[in-house]
């Protein structure tokens, strides 16, 4: 074998090796970036797949919290409207209870007689014959409704500043009430049958205040009464020999 006929063989293998060496370079560069490949798109698809798991639970999440949220207020409203109806009508039900009591207690209170005025009764003064030295006042209802004399008439002789005192003995169990056309009595004694009196003047005017503040005006008899420190009122009575006893 010639050296020309070596050398291109040598050649020839050199070029085979380095061709073959050649490829396998390749061969591993593309078997790496094959491997990468699957590596990377593993996690690119978990991740696809994550975000899209993710928004499936936000929308069921908000859809369950829409479906909750919705129900509680409608549970809230129907438990207000149901409130609001309670109370409307416990309202009602007790603004018809108020008025039917106040309509109740109105009808009692209209029921009841009120206090005598001075324009309701008409007071007579007269001297009677026994007991000595008393004046019989007779209050007669002269209104067209039942009406209640005061405790005792707070009689004013003259210009006395003061009325005269009350007999106690003579009070009766309750206020006295006239009827129209009806009359109460209280009796008065003027003076000490004894002469046991002081201060003892006469005089021709006689008025008796009532609760209201009307005044009655009362007519004496003619030439007037004589009173002293002994001057003292019953209270008023329904009846006349009551009225006389003190």
Known sequence: MSARTTRTRLF?????????????????????????????????????????????????????GTKETNGSAGSAASSGS?????ASDSGTAGTAGSSGTSGGTGGEDSALPGKCSAADVEITATEVPRPLNHLLLTATNTGSKTCMLPQYP???????????????STKPQSLTGVQPGEAGYAGVLLSAGDGSGENGYRTDTLT??????????????????????????????????AALSH
């Open 208 to 241: 008796i205040p009532f609760e209201d503040g009307s005044i009655a005006t009362v007519a004496l008899p003619s030439g007037g009464v004589y009173v002293d420190t002994a001057l003292t009122v019953t209270y008023w009575q329904t009846d006349m020999d």
């Open 12 to 64: 020839a293998a050199t070029t085979v090796a380095l061709a073959a060496l050649a490829l396998t370079a390749c061969e591993g560069d593309g078997s790496d970036t094959g491997a990468s490949s699957p590596s990377s798109a593993a996690p690119a698809g978990q991740q696809s797949e994550q975000p899209t798991g993710g928004k499936e639970s936000a929308g069921d999440t908000e859809a369950d």
């Open 154 to 168: 707070a009689a004013r002789f003259g210009e006395a500043q003061s009325v005269p005192p009350v007999a106690e």
């Open 82 to 86: 149901a409130g609001s109806a309670g």
